[in-house]
């Protein structure tokens, strides 16, 4: 699975190189999460504008993700649009993710 | 070509060339030592000759006196039989020689003496029968015909010398000794007859006769001393003795000679010096009869010491000869056993090994360091190829232990599939409501399960439920869902809520399983109403008898996301000829070949574009839209569709 990373101050900045996030990178999706936090990042933002498909199997990986990141962290979902925007809708996955339209956006209101 | 066979080739060559060489040498050297002891048997052929010829000279000599005062008493009768027996001995020694003109000397030899031998018989008879006239009749031809045969063995004996040849200086020399014997005898023997006869005419001798004495006496002086110059050329070993004869011609005889001439010219002494005269004679012809054998026992030990190497040269080639050959089969033996043998062996080996045939050959030891290289190297070949084969032999047992395994798998999935298949119902009708479906699992095991059935007082719950993903893990959670799920309906009261019920249900979801999508859907007949709670499921679409299409709720977390979640219940109407479409993702989220998924947009355009058909005709166009866009059997994802219709 192809992706960039960022550091802006305590924030990770994670840019998904995919097009679709689905069954078969999933686990991969998974364990990038899980290990970044286990690796004591607790403020991620998951930039999604270059992803234009997610299906339940990468939804699955980021509720894991959020699971173990626990009360205390943050895992923002940026830049969602389509038919990913609409399965977070479709899921209420406002209620657990913070979502935000873009990169900058999600890091301007973490970085407050 | 092969090893093998250019060895054996270089080998044949090389042993030939050695035969040929050894044969060439062997027969030089046999061809010598034969030749050697043909020298032995010429050189007693030629000092027969050489007893024959001296013996004639003697025999004239003394025929010539028959009758004189020279010898008074009985005339000897055994003339020339001594030189007829060593021509016999000759001829016979001759024909012995293998050289062919050889063999015919020793027969013209033979040829001679045979008729010299009767006539010596002959001359024996009339010697013994007394008769004076007779007696000198017959000397006197006898002389003739000594002469004759005489000067024929001298032809003889030089052309058995032009024919033999001079082998070497030595023998050179003896011939030369032997020939010049000859002359000094012959000075000798024919002085004392002249001498003789002229002494015959009384005591007084004639001055001039005394001359003619005296020059004899010199001649033979000079034939002496020309013999004493080719004596001293020679190698004394052969020759050692012969110088005696000068020494007592030049010491003994020709003083005597000198004396007798002294005598005859003073008159006196005359016998006695006749005497001294005739036995230094007598003892000369002795010498020379010493000499000759002298001579003769000196080149016969010096021919044999000749032969004797030449056995000595043919011995040792010979001993020589067995020992290469012996090497050459040795040589032979040791590179058959040690390189062609071994070479076979591991030709043997590597044809047994490309055809895989690798049970252990006998174990030979090798001699030499590098063939006992090369089978160490085909012993690891060996080795490894059967370490390879007994793992190719588990890698089969072991895949098909796999097989066995995932057959295994593979049925307890079908049963596990069989189960979660008798946990959906067929389609039909219940209460006044028909269900209609269309399930396509994407694996046996699907993570999609629905289920309807009958409520109290006239209501009919109806629940899908969508587990992420496929397989063992998400159709267990699926089946444990759906219990969950449908536990959930049954316990609801017919004033009780749905949402209520759903949130009890998220509330007890074990937070270690996965989470799963969920529309629950309570139809009541009654009323002609439908409530619905939607779990992250994908919108119900509700198609209400006028062919209006809606799109029902708002969304709605998943369940076992978040363990408080509130639930939102939909109302809406559900009335005779309505039909409520509940699907799972699967159904617009396939992608075609450009990786373009279907979409829900897409879907609900389907429904809407198809609300005039039968919910039987529209399930088998869902079925052809689902193949044309990605092939029913490529799915991805579960698809499930329930089709709940009021009559």
């Known amino acids: ?112 | 070509m092969n090893i093998r066979r250019t060895l054996a080739i270089l080998l044949s060559i090389f042993g030939m060339t050695l035969l040929l060489t050894l044969f060439y040498l062997g027969s030089a050297t046999y061809r010598h030592y034969q030749y050697s002891t043909e020298q032995i048997i010429i050189d007693q052929a030629r000092n027969d000759l050489l007893t024959a010829i001296i013996g004639l000279q003697n025999d004239h000599a003394q025929i010539a006196l028959i009758g004189s005062s020279a010898t008074s008493g009985r005339v000897r009768d055994d003339f020339l039989y001594q030189s007829t027996d060593a021509m016999r001995r000759a001829s016979e020694a001759l024909s012995d020689v293998g050289n062919a003109k050889v063999q015919e000397f020793g027969a013209a030899i033979g040829r001679e003496a045979a008729p010299l031998s009767l006539y010596a018989d002959e001359l024996a008879t009339v010697i013994a029968s007394g008769n004076t006239d007779a007696i000198l009749a017959q000397s006197l031809a006898a002389m003739d015909r000594i002469d004759l045969v005489k000067q024929r063995l001298l032809t003889i004996r030089q052309a058995i010398l032009l024919e033999v040849g001079i082998t070497d200086t030595t023998i050179g020399g003896v011939h030369m000794i032997r020939s010049n014997i000859v002359t000094v005898n012959d000075a000798l023997q024919l002085g004392r007859m002249l001498t003789l006869r002229e002494l015959e005419g009384g005591v007084f001798v004639q001055p001039q006769t005394i001359r003619q004495i005296e020059n004899r006496s010199r001649a033979l002086q000079v034939i002496d001393r020309v013999y004493l110059d080719l004596v001293s050329l020679f190698d004394e070993s052969i020759v050692g003795t012969v110088s005696g004869l000068s020494d007592f011609l030049q010491l003994t005889y020709l003083p005597a000679e000198a004396g007798l001439v002294q005598a005859l010219d003073a008159r006196q002494d005359v016998e006695a010096a006749k005497t001294v005269w005739l036995a230094a004679g007598d003892e000369a012809g002795r010498l020379i009869s010493g000499i000759q054998t002298s001579v003769f026992d000196g080149s016969q030990a010096y021919l044999a010491q000749q032969r004797a190497s030449a056995l000595l040269a043919l011995q040792i080639l010979i001993g020589l000869s067995v020992v290469i050959l012996l090497m050459f089969v040795l040589s032979l033996y040791i590179i058959g056993k040690h390189i062609v043998f071994p070479l076979e062996q591991m030709r043997l080996d590597m044809l047994d090994l490309i055809d895989g045939k690798l049970e252990q050959r006998g174990r030979e030891r090798f001699w030499l360091e590098d063939i006992r290289t090369i089978f160490d190297a085909l012993r690891v070949f060996r080795v490894t190829a059967v370490r390879r084969e007994r793992l190719t032999r588990e890698q089969l047992l072991l895949h098909a232990q796999i097989a066995e395994a995932h057959l295994s798998l593979q049925s307890d999935m079908n049963a596990a599939a069989k189960v979660q298949l008798a946990q959906m119902p067929p389609p039909g009708d219940v209460d006044q409501i028909r269900f209609s479906t269309f399930f396509a699992p994407a694996n046996v095991l699907a993570g999609d399960t629905f289920d309807y059935f009958a409520l109290s007082e006239g209501r009919v719950g109806l629940l899908q439920v969508d587990v992420a993903g496929h397989g063992a893990a998400a159709g267990l959670v699926s089946v444990a869902a759906h219990l969950g799920s449908r536990r959930a309906l049954r316990s609801l009261k017919a004033e009780g809520r749905l949402s209520d019920a759903i949130k009890k249900l998220n509330a007890y979801w074990n937070p270690e399983m996965t989470y799963f999508t969920l529309v629950a859907v309570q139809f009541d007949t009654n009323d002609g109403r439908g409530r619905m709670v939607q779990a992250g499921h994908p919108h119900p679409v509700l198609m209400r008898r006028d062919g209006t299409i809606a799109r029902l709720g708002n969304g709605g977390l998943p369940i076992g996301v978040m363990p408080d979640a509130e639930f939102e219940e939909i109302d809406f109407p559900f009335e005779v000829g309505d039909k409520l479409f509940v699907f799972s993702d699967g159904i617009y989220e396939n992608s075609n070949e450009n990786r373009e998924i279907y979409t829900e947009e897409r879907f609900i355009q389907f429904l809407a574009e198809n609300a005039a058909c039968s919910t039987e005709e529209l399930l088998h166009k869902v079925r052809g839209t689902l193949d044309a866009w990605s092939g029913v059997a490529n799915l991805s994802d579960d698809v499930s569709l329930v089709v709940a219709e009021r009559f």
Do not use: C, W
Not at chain 1, 14 to 33: F, K, M, Q, S, W
Not at chain 1, 46 to 57: A, R, Y
Not at chain 1, 63 to 89: D, E, N, S, Y
């Open chain 1, 1 to 112: 699975m192809k992706f960039s990373q960022e550091r802006r101050g305590t924030v990770l900045l994670l840019e998904i190189g995919e097009a679709r996030l689905e069954a078969v990178n999933a686990p991969e999706l998974r364990e990038l999460l899980i290990g970044r936090i286990e690796n004591g990042d607790h403020q991620i933002v998951l930039d999604l504008k270059l992803v234009n498909f997610m299906d339940s199997s990468a939804l699955g990986a980021l509720i894991g993700a959020i699971k173990k990141m626990g009360p205390l962290g943050t895992l923002a979902l940026a830049g969602a649009t389509g038919p990913v925007l609409q399965l977070l809708k479709l899921t209420r996955m406002d209620k657990v993710f913070p979502l935000y339209t873009s990169a900058a956006a999600a890091l301007t209101k973490l970085e407050e």
